[in-house]
């Protein structure tokens, strides 16, 4: 099923089930009020929730139109965002741009940085510039909102805790990077409020696409209207969110709601394109010893859609349009 | 006023009223259900609060007699836990302990770290041991909790944003943190679930000991009976709460009930101890070459408490064990 937040004034929004047409959406106040109660008492609010899902299937008059406009991110606001970095290939060539070696465990030790979640972007809410030095890039991701979670769970019962898939773009001021690096304590400025896709989804609605704790899709991501990535997800998600999951419960529990993200999506493959333009940059120094491409500028759009064999988008997209 | 929520097999626990002797409790769940909802609507939530207290103090008759293990974490999920490093002579002992020099930007550029917040642990909560080699430590400090930040908030301005003051063990694993240093990204497994002191309590009741953005009181840490350290927790404070509120909301926004730390409260005079084993460590570095204080061990018993010169403690007292 997929689940989305209606904006209703209140800091969480109101949970509305959608449509597979992504069209319709019916209210799930009678099963929860938000998607984070729906998360809390889960076992208990599903089926509610699946009831809903199906009428809308079988009953083209219930519901009401849906427009995604109208939709808050699926947690307006979330306990926990911890955003991995599953994807080797953005690490390798963001490093080789700059003649740094990877990591010498990039391949066995995950990383992972906690980001600020009281504040998450709506799939179509703008983007701020801020200070052009800063250099403002997307990131075109995919994230899991999981249940508890207990200390010291392995990747092996990991996946059983993976609630819902959603889409993200996780904005970064790559200006403000390098100096918090150094500094060691992880990006804070270098991280303003994260977007997510309109739809949040249980794995099944994945159907083959969800295996091995990992997304097997395409994630395009279009910038001013020109195809900027188009990129497979699966195959080269070297960590799956099983993984990560068990690294970052080795010291702690986290409780139903986390949000929980693959990091940005990157392929070897140099057709595939990218999911940030600080890789396409990186590539541009590889080849030509300087970056070309500029990054983002006002009112530029940007528009992330993972995408079926059909060219169907599960999660809805995201769409984005820089402010000052 | 000093607030508390009751343990209550809810998620989020019940909000109480405590008593300025801390002996007894009042229901709030007319007023607000949770602290986080009255954090969410604070303009309209605190003048019943405030009634309550009164009534607290006027009729001895009102209310229930408080037991503190009934208690949660004021906060028992957090939508943001921040934690800055306020203190620079903190830094500069550790560096100086492993022949480092401290940033050259130690005083202009505050350290910050985004912390996990979906689990937070109750005042009298144990705290695991996990894996001996990880190296268990405490750490004393001051949190304050922020009703709504806007992106851009300068110091001047931010010190209205403040609405209550905590006291905080921010547990940590000293093992694994230079590795996850070296990594970048932050702490993250070096960072077990963080405890809070049982009140979480207006500026105003501190009275004059709340000022500049502060808190001039005592810290006292307690390991198995025994005083490790009595700081001054204003002093030293070189960036006030109001320049961390600044510094974190440069590049976004952050939603009421956002958690924000001192750091490990930190004096320079050594007679005045410490509020971390690793600081110990560090003095006995300097002097010997070597480290002679383990870190804590099974059944060790940590007290920490932040007092006024009356020997009282309004944010009440952090008690743990550590268990296997």
Redesign the interface.
Known sequence: MRLATLRDGS?DGALVVVAKAGDRRASAVSVAPTLQRAL?TWERSRDGLEALATRLETDAAFGEPLDVKELAAPLP????W?DG?AYPNHVRLVRKARGAEP?ADLLT?P?????????LLAPTEPI?L?DPA?GLDFEAEIAVVLGDVA?GTRAAAAERAIRLVMIANDVT?RG?VSA??????????????TAFGPFAVTPDELGAAWRDGRVFMRLRSTLNGAVAGDTETGPEMHFSFADLIE??A??????A??VLGSGTVSNAAPERGVSCLVERRALETIAHGAPTTAYLKKNDRIRIELLDEHGDGPCGAIEQTVIE
């Open positions: 800091r809390d606001r979330a306990y926990e911890v970095s990591p030790n990383l992972v940085y906690q980001g600020g979640s009281s504040v701020t801020g800063w200390r001021y403000l918090e690096l150094a500094k060691g304590f992880g990006f804070f400025q270098a991280k303003p409020a690294h970052i080795r010291t702690r529990a986290f409780a709601g986390t």
